[in-house]
């Protein structure tokens, strides 16, 4: 039998868990962010594989499940910065037409800056600005068959206000979705714990014929968001509604 190794518990090899050392003037919760972000495995394969960030792995788990990130089709990421998602939907549609598989397009919107990304599109504007959603449709010149909504309000700290105001813009995001999706297109929206609002589900289980809520692995367990995801738009007649 193999014997443990100096310092090895003879149960395997011990996870080390970085601490942050409370410097000066730094306030207690950062420390603790960050010392959660060094620790965080999601992180440091996040910066290991060279994404934007970890929430890529939340969309990569997402479309694992429901499968609508496709060669081909085309994409609209709202709320995208610092563009994880985007790049996980241009190497799946092959926005970068790559490998001679149906050439797709990914359209990325935030009110922040992004940095450029190999096969997205990237507009810098406030979609809840009134004529946002226009301008994005000129871009988009044409249908789209996948509408993201990663999009968050900044915490209040109090539920019910951060729920009020998460909800507004999913209505948003949802309202832009049933004008430009395809026939069979796919809403993906990040809600808070307990869903959508019973008006707006109703709304998405009317329009599409698929309406569920999803919590990806890689959301942290202690984060209130989930996704909604909403799968075959109806078309012109939830339009017409």
């Known amino acids: 039998m193999k014997k443990p190794m100096k310092g090895d518990s003879g ?3 011990r ?3 970085e601490k942050v050392k409370t410097a000066k003037g730094r306030k207690l919760s950062s420390k603790l962010w960050l010392e959660r972000q060094l620790n965080d495995p999601y992180v440091k394969r996040a910066t290991a594989e060279n994404r934007r960030s970890r929430a890529i792995y939340k969309l990569m788990e997402i479309d694992d499940k429901f ?3 496709a060669p081909g089709k085309r994409v609209v990421d709202l709320g995208c910065a610092p563009g994880g998602w985007c790049q996980i939907a241009a190497e799946r549609v092959n926005s970068t037409g790559e490998n001679g598989r149906a050439q797709g397009f990914v359209l990325g919107v935030d009110l922040q800056e992004v940095e450029p990304i190999a096969g ?3 507009m810098h504007l ?3 600005d009134e004529g946002a959603d226009d301008k994005v449709k000129q871009v988009l010149n044409g249908p789209a068959d996948v509408i993201l909504s990663d999009m968050a309000a900044s915490s209040t700290g109090h539920r019910q206000t951060d729920h009020i105001r998460i909800i507004a813009l999913c209505e948003a995001a949802a309202l832009f979705a049933q004008d430009t999706l395809n026939e069979g297109g796919v809403f993906v929206a990040k809600v808070l714990r307990g869903g959508a609002d019973a008006e707006l589900l109703t709304q998405l289980k009317r329009d599409f014929t698929n309406v569920r809520h999803f919590k990806p692995g890689a959301s942290r367990s202690d984060s209130a968001e989930i996704y ?7 078309g012109e007649s939830a339009r017409g509604r």
């Open 15 to 17: 996870h080390l868990h």
């Open 120 to 122: 997205v599109a990237l």
């Open 228 to 234: 909604l995801v909403a799968q075959g738009f109806r």
């Open 11 to 13: 149960r395997g090899q």
């Open 126 to 128: 406030d979609f809840m």
């Open 67 to 69: 499968r609508f990130l």
